[in-house]
T-cell receptor, first 114, second 109 residues
Framework: KAGVTQTPRYLIKTRGQQVTLSCSPI?????VSWYQQTPGQGLQFLFE???????NKGNFPGRFSGRQFSNSRSEMNVSTLELGDSALYLC?????????????FGPGTRLTVL | AQRVTQPEKLLSVFKGAPVELKCNYS??????LFWYVQYSRQRLQLLLR??SRESIKGFTADLNKGETSFHLKKPFAQEEDSAMYYC???????????FGRGTSLIVHP
């Protein structure tokens, strides 16, 4: 079974731009969660999608948004990028959703905002 | 608000020594607690969860509600245990996890 894949793996953007990250879950998994990982704040939950619906949302500004497609692939969008958005963005998929059901993580997308 | 504290950023031990990675949480209800591990150049993965009460790779963790702790322990550390360890909490009725900042464990030969 193929694992969770994320594209692109690395991205460099400038302040004010927007960016879209993609996550393909393990086949059969209907839940995709997104996390931001930074040295200062650690791992923080962004949001979770289950069957194309956002089920949970962390404490991030509205510039961070996402969606999920019928094939369970998910995209995350960040608009009006700020320097502080530089981070490793991880997605994780699971059958039932949430960390209460075992999540499988992708390799991450490293976003650098200049 | 719920919080997870891992007081040590770095823990360095020798092979064969006991290891304890500390995790303290603040939450008044009944939490679910997890330990995640990330080995070098590998993906973040679940190590264990308190409700399963199992030992994984020789690691155990007991939820102590009185001390609000969920420390991860292993009696004899191995070099392959060197990794980044994250403690995570899920509060009752919430599906939004809170993670600690992580502890880097280095096991010297």
């Amino acid at each position: 079974k193929a694992g969770v894949t994320q594209t692109p793996r690395y991205l460099i953007k400038t302040r004010g731009q927007q960016v879209t990250l993609s996550c393909s879950p393990i086949s059969g998994h209907r839940s995709v969660s997104w996390y931001q990982q930074t040295p200062g704040q650690g791992l923080q939950f962004l949001f979770e999608y289950f069957s194309e619906t956002q089920r949970n949302k962390g404490n991030f500004p509205g510039r961070f948004s996402g969606r999920q497609f019928s094939n369970s692939r998910s995209e995350m969008n960040v608009s009006t990028l700020e320097l502080g958005d530089s981070a490793l963005y991880l997605c994780a998929s699971s059958l039932g959703g949430g960390i209460q059901n075992e999540q499988f993580f992708g390799p991450g997308t490293r976003l650098t905002v200049l | 608000a719920q919080r997870v504290t891992q007081p040590e950023k770095l823990l360095s031990v020798f092979k064969g020594a006991p290891v304890e990675l500390k995790c303290n949480y603040s939450y008044s209800g009944s939490p679910e607690l997890f330990w995640y591990v990330q080995y070098s150049r590998q993906r973040l993965q679940l190590l264990l969860r308190h409700i399963s009460r199992e030992s994984i790779k020789g690691f155990t963790a007991d939820l102590n509600k009185g001390e609000t702790s969920f420390h991860l322990k292993k009696p004899f550390a191995q070099e392959e245990d060197s990794a980044m360890y994250y403690c995570a909490l899920l509060s009752g009725g919430s599906y939004i996890p809170t993670f600690g900042r992580g502890t880097s464990l280095i096991v010297h030969p």
